[in-house]
C-alpha cells in the first residue's frame, strides 16, 4: 500500500478532528494491517506517513495548528 493509499484510508474514516496522537495511531493500524511486522520498516512508514497527513489534511487534526 502506498503511502497516498494509507492516508485517504485514514481520512475516509474521519468523521470528525482528532487529536495528532489519535491520527498516528490510526495510521500506525492502517500500516500493521498490511502485515508490516518489522520495526525498522513500520517506522520508516509511519512518520513520513504522519508528516504528509498533517500536510493534507491539516483541519483532521483537532490539537492543531501543525508548523511541519
Not at 7 to 16: A, L, N, P
Not at 26 to 32: D, E, H, P
Request: charge should be negative; glycine fraction near 4%.
Amino acid at each position: 500500500m502506498t503511502q497516498k493509499e494509507i492516508i485517504d484510508k485514514v481520512h475516509g474514516q474521519m468523521y470528525e478532528p482528532m487529536p495528532l496522537s489519535e491520527v498516528i495511531h490510526r495510521i500506525a493500524k492502517v500500516i500493521l494491517q498490511e502485515s508490516e511486522k518489522d520495526g525498522k520498516k513500520f517506522l520508516s512508514r509511519l512518520e513520513p506517513a504522519t508528516s504528509a497527513y498533517a500536510h493534507a489534511y491539516p483541519d483532521d487534526i483537532s490539537d492543531g495548528p501543525w508548523d511541519i
